[in-house]
């Protein structure tokens, strides 16, 4: 059983990394929290054309862009309103707090949340549910409030065991013995998915931390010197260009450079570049075209692939069980606690995606499958 009491990056960020590993088993294994139950209660049903909500954050991922069409698309084909809405080129958390609060208005009977800032939606969720909507969490877990019905996902703690091994592995491939040295990213302090992969990757990299096998060069391991705030390339970029010239500016080398998501690892692999340095193993997480083609040239080493149209897909179809006054399909009852409740959740499986087997991970995806050829 793995069971992860959700909180910001921000707050976890005080702790240092032992401490961090050993609430991340903790977390894992410790008993179902008090507040709400375990799973939601059935939808009464509603009409077939009723209004649909889907409130996304900001433009700044392709699978961000992606969701927003495919929602507004499968929502219509199966006969909904879509209300598509995303918190603007700010992605502030005022843009979709009054976004959600129009489609209560609106009458909506599911409301999907991506949401902006995880913590701060417990208001709007409250009106959701008593308008007798229901709340759906979509790719980030809405934290501290016991008005979310369900939470989908890929498997966000497998993500970051996946990328810690592929760490590893590219590691070894280029080095076969260690000790080798890293340098650890994790992503925005308001996304609650960002303490999740992070502890998946020190999941399967803190034992070698601690054994000397895997050393930290900047001796950064604590999730507060390693957010990027809004998951910003810039911030991903200026990160980097500062360990670089403050712990690689003489002989040092460095092997890896552990990055959650495809866009900072561009940004990273930029930064080693401008500086003239050979390019690290760099991790990273979307499939987004331009990583693709980076880990094809041979310079990012992974990527995860999540596809977004599987999950839009079983969002759209949870609706469609809702709306029939069904009981959305879910798998995992025991990991998700908000901090208020455990939310009933159906996961999805991340790959794990090389130059290697890049061309079978993306058979059948018309965009990045001319990529690997």
């Known amino acids: 059983m793995r069971k992860f009491l959700t909180r910001s990056i921000a707050a976890a960020g005080a702790v240092a990394m032992l401490a961090l590993s050993a609430a991340c088993a903790s977390e894992r294994q410790g008993a179902t929290a008090t507040g709400g139950d375990t799973a939601a209660s059935p939808a009464a049903g509603f ?7 889907v409130a996304l954050p900001s433009k700044t991922s392709e699978n961000w862009v992606l969701a927003g069409d495919l929602f507004t698309n499968e929502l219509k084909t199966a006969g909904f309103k879509a209300d598509v809405q995303y918190a603007g080129a700010s992605a502030t958390v005022s843009d979709q707090q009054a976004q959600i609060s129009a489609m209560v208005t609106k009458g909506a009977k599911v409301i999907v949340i991506g949401a902006t800032d995880a913590a701060q939606l417990s208001t709007q969720v409250a009106q959701a549910k008593q308008s007798g909507a229901t709340v759906i969490a979509y790719d980030r877990l809405i934290t501290n409030t016991p008005d979310v019905d369900y939470y989908i996902a890929f498997d966000n703690f497998k993500v ?18 260690g000790p080798w040295t890293v340098e650890l990213f994790s992503g925005s302090p308001d996304d609650n998915n960002s303490g999740v992969f992070f502890n998946g990757a020190m999941d399967v990299l803190k034992p070698l931390i601690d054994t000397g096998d895997v050393v930290v060069g900047s001796g950064q391991q604590e999730v507060k010197q390693t957010a ?30 552990l990055s959650p998501n495809d866009t900072l690892a561009r940004a990273i692999i930029t930064s080693v570049k401008g500086a003239g340095k050979p390019i690290p193993v760099v991790t990273g997480q979307d499939s987004e075209v331009e990583s693709v083609k980076s880990i094809m040239a041979g310079e990012q080493y992974s990527t995860i692939n999540k596809d977004t149209r599987k999950l839009v897909a079983e969002t759209v179809k949870m609706v469609k069980a809702l709306q029939t006054g069904g009981k959305p399909e879910i798998n995992d009852t025991d990991s998700y606690d908000n901090g208020t409740k455990v939310v009933p959740a159906y996961l999805l499986p991340p790959v794990i995606v090389t130059k ?10 018309p965009k990045l499958a001319p990529l690997t050829k």
């Open 160 to 177: 970051g065991q996946l990328q810690g091994q592929a760490l590893l592995d590219g590691m070894k491939d280029k080095k076969p013995k």
């Open 228 to 257: 990027i705030q809004g998951w910003k390339a810039e911030g991903a970029q200026q990160r980097m260009d500062s360990l670089l010239t403050s712990t690689y500016n003489g002989g040092k080398t460095l092997d890896g450079v």
């Open 356 to 365: 290697m087997n890049a061309a079978e991970a993306y058979a059948n995806d």
């Open 47 to 53: 009409p077939a054309d009723s209004l649909i909500g």
